[in-house]
């Protein structure tokens, strides 16, 4: 069966640092792999998603980045956090024979001071 | 752009009774439809989906029910406990890999 990890589980980070988080998907080949971000009491909104190896679709203009350097691995990175960069952070993946379902990973709660 | 539209944000209902939770899209060319529940600190689970070429679906108490030519779909849970209590998200698919997300509803079982 398939799992999705991520890591770290939790993360506090002051402002201007680096920032690099990691999801990596076992049991399936080739999928489809997304970043999310949820605000306090928001909903999810679409960071990045990635069809295929080194291919990166960007949806939100910001100082954030993603890389997909492995068919199962998919990693945010931020060069300088900035306060508003504070969220949960969703992985989730979709099998790329079937598009449709995706399925998210256990989040990384990220708290920029 | 497209967009999804959910109701109620809030919702209270008694235990034992039914909860509705509507969503409306945009893009007509949308033909997946999921529903997913997050708890507390948690990650979003998916609950139940329909495709387009469903009008109705059940899984035990929750069923979703699907209007193509209004745009519109809906969760309905019956016989509500109070572990049902947690945050619904619809979401609509728009184009090949995305969806569009709803902005959630939270719903509260009172025991």
């Known amino acids: 069966s398939q799992t999705i990890h991520q890591w770290p589980a939790t993360l506090v980070q002051p402002v201007g640092s680096p920032l690099s988080l990691e999801c990596t998907v076992e049991g399936t080949s080739n999928p489809n792999l997304y970043w999310y971000r949820q605000a306090a009491g928001r909903g999810l909104q679409l960071l990045f998603y990635?069809?295929?190896?080194?291919?990166i679709s960007s949806e939100v203009p910001q100082n954030l980045s993603a890389s997909r350097p492995q068919d199962r691995q998919f990693i945010l990175s931020s060069k300088k956090l900035l306060l508003s960069d504070s969220g949960f952070y969703l992985c989730?993946?979709?099998?790329?024979?079937?598009?449709?379902?995706?399925?998210f990973g256990p989040g990384t709660r990220l708290t920029v001071t | 752009g497209e967009n999804v539209e959910q109701h109620p944000s809030t919702l209270s209902v008694q235990e034992g009774d039914s909860a509705v939770i509507k969503c409306t899209y945009s893009d007509s060319a949308s033909n997946y439809f999921p529903w997913y529940k997050q708890e507390l600190g948690k990650r979003p689970q998916l609950i139940i989906d329909?495709?387009?070429?469903?009008g109705e679906k059940k899984d035990q108490r929750i069923a979703v029910t699907l209007n193509k030519t209004a745009k519109h779909f809906s969760l309905h849970i019956t016989e509500t406990q109070p572990e049902d209590s947690a945050v619904y998200f619809c979401a609509a698919t728009s184009g090949t890999y995305k969806y569009i997300f709803g902005t959630g509803t939270r719903l509260k079982v009172l025991a």
């Open positions: 990635s069809v295929g190896i080194g291919q």
């Open positions: 989730a993946w979709s099998s790329g024979t079937d598009l449709y379902e995706q399925y």
């Open positions: 329909i495709r387009s070429n469903v």
